[in-house]
């Protein structure tokens, strides 16, 4: 038992195979510097009538010709997700067991609704993955086709806003043993690149496994949501993102019974195109 939570079994989200946490980075104080207050030329605006919508689709249960096991854990991260960013103020939309068709239908038709008065979009992915793929119950689907839904030319009423894809899901089928360490104004514009303003959060690098806890929920997921509980009305999301790999590289170890798979690590791998600085509203 840890925190009135029993404590399960370490696992991976690949297509196949099986695969503990302490509290970490608590803040006494902040501090602050003698410079100008931060400039909103550089930020993204936030004031709209609604910060936006978080669709998450969680995967669990998969059908027998995937070879694909139940992803025990996953309905911990979809929690956990809906409370973090319910509280940050987003609509939420949970889906759970979507097939690859169901994935892209969901989204295109997320994509075609009218976002003008939302400042922003955050989608959380949990399922099985490999590289540049996510898995719906029935099979595989490239990420870049769901990606690609949001882009500028295809979702005008998001050009110029943060849209936020967090990932969880494996990226290959490489394990990281770890290594011994030593202790002023916008520029007036008309076009801007359609594949501007995206964040992608996986939680491994590429070619790696992903580890998710059966019991208590994913490395990735459980971090991310703490480290937006306690930072995301203060931080920049790069700087919450840096604080998650933080977390997840050094207080996590893999625990788990299949030969070669214990004491693995894992580093999550943030790809932003933002063009601004991202603060959630207080």
Not at 34 to 39: F, T, Y
Not at 148 to 155: N, P, Q, S, V
Not at 156 to 171: H, N, T
Not at 234 to 262: W, Y
Request: aromatic fraction near 8%; charged fraction near 25%.
């Amino acid at each position: 038992m840890s925190d009135g939570k029993p404590r399960g079994e370490d696992t991976v989200d690949a297509r196949k195979g099986n695969a503990q946490e302490t509290s970490f980075l608590t803040d006494a104080g902040v501090d602050q510097t003698d410079a100008k207050p931060r400039s909103d030329a550089f930020q993204y605006n936030m004031n709209y009538g609604s910060l936006g919508q978080c669709v998450i689709i969680n995967n669990k249960n998969f059908h027998r010709q995937t070879a694909m096991g139940v992803r025990n854990g996953t309905d911990e991260d979809a929690k956990n997700a809906m409370a973090t960013f319910s509280k940050l103020g987003f609509k939420v939309t949970t889906r759970n067991d979507q097939t690859a068709s169901d994935m892209k239908a969901l989204l295109t038709k997320v994509s075609r609704e009218d976002h003008s008065k939302s400042a922003m979009f955050v989608c959380v992915l949990l399922s099985h993955g490999d590289d540049g793929m996510i898995f719906g119950t029935d099979g595989a689907i490239a990420l870049n086709t769901l990606f690609e839904l949001f882009r500028g030319d295809r979702c005008p009423s998001l050009v110029g806003k943060p849209k936020l894809f967090f990932i969880q899901a494996c990226r290959g089928t490489d394990l990281d043993p770890g290594v011994e360490a030593d202790g002023g104004g916008d520029m007036e514009t008309n076009r801007i690149p359609v594949e501007a303003d995206f964040l992608y959060a996986y939680s491994a690098a590429p070619g790696y496994y992903s580890w998710r806890n059966v019991a208590q929920g994913s490395w990735f997921i459980s971090s991310l949501c703490e480290m937006l509980s306690k930072h995301g009305k203060q931080l920049e999301i790069i700087q919450i993102m840096t604080r998650v790999n933080h977390k997840v590289a050094l207080d996590f170890e893999s625990s788990c019974n299949m030969p070669g798979f214990g004491g693995k690590k894992q580093i999550p791998c943030i790809v932003s195109m933002l063009t601004k600085e991202l603060y959630f509203p207080k």
